[in-house]
Structure formats: structure tokens, C-alpha cells
């Protein structure tokens, strides 16, 4: 019982205290974000690609939220072991729901970035709460501002997750917090050192690791394949079992699992019981966490925004330049041979001594004389300058070659 009272407090420590720093971090990125559809993006990627303190929040308030969801979590399964839950019932009642609202602060937050997986995602999650009967349709409308995600919908997501949601998880906080303050200083002030470390965690593993950023949205792009974060990945493979009855993951199994929990303090669970409860529950959320990463096991990696840009180059190469300018870069494409082109030799190592990467986008962006076309109508810009690194690692000779 010891240990589960350490992991109990040690996880309630970090909850609030990786509560608090989503509120403060989440504040600080409330003064460069845009919410709306049309600039979402860009200004995240203007963080990304500048770098300092917009990136480090983002970066500290991405993962903290995975932090927090484990840290609720665990706080959540002690109490429940050690058999708080039923000693003091409406604790435990206000504790759940703390972390509920943890969870609908994770789910409106995904959609804010609105690179393809917060777009694709949003719309399969939006999709499953459309198949509950009766309540599902109007619900998910209420949330799109429509039948379909549309300008209404980020701003509708951005007033849950920054104003309504953290107010609400602020209230029942403050309310859990007053009991045990009420104990005195001797209770939990020697949690104060753990709460300094996880802090210090908490911001090496945010300057360490950026927070991830796909392509911009492309509402065209059916073929994306859209997966959830790791917590809802149980949720998403247990989707696939009931695909002939969609209403199960979309209403039973809520309403079974939210009567469940809040009915525990009055179930007569002795120790082994609760045990056996838990055990249960964790095994099946890993079991199908577990299926759900196997069967994705072939499916090709998340590229990051930079990685997958370089990637599109090629294709952008081949759809429009291969024609002039070649396989290979030579200039010896089947449109230069059949038209008799001045087609440069990007294999040349004196095509760029020749040459700079200003004058070489100027040239995409706005064409060059009869023989090439401009391109600035499409390709945007961070695309073009992609496409000349791909000339260039794909074609320069290397030096003394």
C-alpha cells in the first residue's frame, strides 16, 4: 500500500504541475497563433522554422499533454488500488471528471496545427461520433459548425481547448486541491523536489525532441491515412471489430465505461476484486495498442514537414521538369530533344559555379524566356526551394569529382 500511496501522490505532484505549464505554455503560444483555417499553419511553421521560444512552447506544450494523460492516469489507477476511491466518493467523482476533461482538452487541441494527421484525424473522430444514434449527428454538426469541417470548425475546436475546457478543469482543481492543502505544509511539501525534477524533465525532453508538424492540411488528399495519438490508439483498434455496428465505439462502450467508473466507490470490490479490475482494464488497453502498432507495422513513416517536402520534390520534379530536363538532369528530357531546347546540365559543375540559388528560384518562380515556363502559380514557395536542394543533392558533383 506504500507504494501505491507514492505513485498516487508522485502522479497527482506531476498532473498539476504539467497542468499548470499547458496553461502557461499555452498562454505564451496564444500570442502567435491564429486560429483559422487559412493561417493555422503558417504560423506554426513560422515557429518551427525560426526557432527560440515559439518552438520550445509548442514543443514543451505537445509533450506535456502526453504527460499529463499518463500522469492522470496513473494518479487515477492508485487511488483506485489502494481503495481511496470508495473511502471518499466524490473525490474520486471530481478526479474522473478532472481527467475527462483532461482527455476533451487532448481531443480539441489535435485538430490546432491543421497539418494532414490534425485534418484527417479530426475528420475520422468526428466520423465515429456521427454514428451515434440520435445524438451523434447533431453533436459532431455542433462541433464542425456543419456537415462537414468548414472556417468555423478550428475556431469552434480553439475556444473549446483555450478558454471553456481549461476554465472548467481549472474549477474542479482548485476544488480537489483544497483538501489537501487544508492538511498543512507536511504533506506536500516534501513533494516539492520531485515536482522541481519533473519540471526539469519536462523541459530538457521539449528543447530535445521538436513537436511534431506534418504538411499542411490537403483536403484533397483521401489516400492519407489518419491515425490518433497513443492514448486513443486502444479506442481506434477496437473500432475495427465493430465496423458492422459503428454505435458500439461511438455510444455503448462511453456510456458502459463512464457508468463504470463513476459507479466504483459503490461497487463491493474488496482487494483482489479491484486488482483483478485493473489488471484487466490495462491489459486489454495495451493488447489493442499493441494490434493497433503491428497492423501498421508496413505502413510508411510520418514524414515531418522539412523530410516530406524534400520527398515531394521529387515527385514535383518529375511532374514538371523531367520533360526538358531529363532523367538524370542533363538536360536531355523528350521535350528538349523533340523542340531542339537550350536546356541546362545540372550534372555540370559549371552550371553551379554559374549559377545561385536566388537566380535558380526566380527562374522556377517566374519562368525563363520562351523556353521555360513559371511555376510560382504551382508550386509555393518553401516548395521551390525544395525542389533546388533536390537538384542539388540529386545532380551537383561533388567536389573534385
Known amino acids: 500500500m506504500k507504494i501505491l500511496a507514492a505513485v498516487e501522490g508522485a502522479a497527482g505532484v506531476l498532473s498539476v504541475l504539467f497542468f499548470a505549464l499547458?496553461?502557461?505554455?499555452?498562454?505564451?503560444?496564444?500570442?502567435?497563433?491564429?486560429p483559422s483555417a487559412a493561417e493555422a499553419f503558417d504560423s506554426l511553421l513560422y515557429w518551427r522554422q525560426a526557432g527560440g521560444w515559439g518552438a520550445f512552447l509548442r514543443?514543451?506544450?505537445?509533450?506535456?499533454?502526453?504527460?499529463?494523460?499518463?500522469?492522470?492516469?496513473?494518479?487515477?489507477?492508485?487511488?483506485?488500488?489502494?481503495?481511496?476511491?470508495?473511502?471518499?466518493?466524490?473525490?474520486?467523482?471530481?478526479?474522473?471528471?478532472?481527467?475527462?476533461?483532461?482527455?476533451?482538452?487532448?481531443?480539441?487541441?489535435?485538430?490546432?496545427?491543421?497539418?494532414?494527421?490534425?485534418?484527417?484525424?479530426?475528420?475520422?473522430?468526428?466520423?465515429?461520433?456521427?454514428?451515434?444514434?440520435?445524438?451523434?449527428?447533431?453533436?459532431?454538426?455542433?462541433?464542425?459548425?456543419?456537415p462537414a469541417l468548414n472556417a468555423a470548425t478550428l475556431p469552434r475546436f480553439y475556444a473549446l481547448h483555450a478558454a471553456v475546457l481549461p476554465a472548467a478543469a481549472g474549477l474542479l482543481l482548485a476544488w480537489l486541491l483544497r483538501p489537501v492543502l487544508r492538511t498543512g505544509r507536511q504533506r506536500w511539501l516534501p513533494w516539492l523536489g520531485f515536482a522541481?525534477?519533473?519540471?526539469?524533465?519536462?523541459?530538457?525532453l521539449a528543447a530535445a525532441v521538436p513537436a511534431p508538424l506534418e504538411l499542411p492540411a490537403d483536403p484533397?488528399?483521401?489516400?492519407?491515412?489518419?491515425?490518433?495519438?497513443?492514448?486513443?490508439?486502444?479506442?481506434?483498434?477496437?473500432?475495427?471489430?465493430?465496423?458492422?455496428?459503428?454505435?458500439?465505439?461511438?455510444?455503448?462502450?462511453?456510456?458502459?465505461?463512464?457508468?463504470?467508473?463513476f459507479a466504483l466507490p459503490y461497487l463491493p470490490l474488496r482487494r483482489r476484486g479491484r486488482a483483478l479490475l485493473a489488471t484487466t482494464w490495462c491489459a486489454a488497453w495495451l493488447l489493442l495498442t499493441a494490434l493497433a502498432l503491428y497492423e501498421d507495422r508496413d505502413l510508411p513513416p510520418k514524414l515531418d514537414y522539412e523530410r516530406a517536402i524534400v520527398a515531394r520534390a521529387a515527385d514535383h520534379y518529375q511532374e514538371h521538369c523531367y520533360d526538358c530536363h531529363g532523367l538524370n538532369g542533363h538536360g536531355d528530357g523528350p521535350q528538349s530533344r523533340a523542340f531542339d531546347l537550350e536546356v541546362p546540365d545540372f550534372a555540370a559543375a559549371a552550371f553551379w559555379r554559374e549559377h545561385d540559388r536566388d537566380?535558380?528560384?526566380?527562374?522556377?518562380?517566374?519562368?525563363?524566356?520562351?523556353?521555360?515556363?513559371?511555376?510560382?502559380?504551382?508550386?509555393?514557395?518553401?516548395?521551390?526551394?525544395?525542389?533546388?536542394?533536390?537538384?542539388?543533392?540529386?545532380?551537383?558533383?561533388q567536389e573534385g569529382g
Open 22 to 34: 499547458l496553461v502557461a505554455s499555452g498562454w505564451g503560444l496564444m500570442a502567435g497563433y491564429v
Open 59 to 146: 514543443s514543451l506544450h505537445v509533450h506535456l499533454a502526453s504527460g499529463l494523460v499518463l500522469a492522470g492516469f496513473l494518479h487515477l489507477l492508485a487511488r483506485f488500488l489502494r481503495g481511496a476511491h470508495a473511502a471518499r466518493p466524490r473525490g474520486w467523482w471530481l478526479a474522473a471528471s478532472l481527467y475527462l476533461l483532461i482527455l476533451g482538452l487532448c481531443f480539441t487541441g489535435f485538430l490546432l496545427p491543421m497539418d494532414q494527421k490534425a485534418y484527417w484525424g479530426t475528420i475520422v473522430r468526428l466520423g465515429i461520433i456521427e454514428t451515434a444514434p440520435l445524438v451523434g449527428p447533431p453533436a459532431a454538426d455542433l462541433l464542425r459548425g456543419g
Open 196 to 204: 522541481l525534477a519533473g519540471t526539469v524533465a519536462a523541459y530538457l
Open 220 to 261: 484533397a488528399d483521401s489516400d492519407y491515412v489518419a491515425r490518433p495519438e497513443w492514448y486513443f490508439l486502444w479506442l481506434f483498434q477496437f473500432g475495427k471489430y465493430v465496423t458492422a455496428v459503428p454505435w458500439v465505439e461511438s455510444l455503448i462502450l462511453p456510456v458502459a465505461g463512464l457508468g463504470l467508473l
Open 359 to 397: 537566380e535558380m528560384r526566380a527562374a522556377i518562380r517566374d519562368g525563363k524566356g520562351e523556353d521555360m515556363p513559371a511555376f510560382g502559380d504551382k508550386l509555393e514557395p518553401v516548395a521551390i526551394d525544395a525542389l533546388i536542394t533536390f537538384l542539388e543533392t540529386s545532380f551537383r558533383p
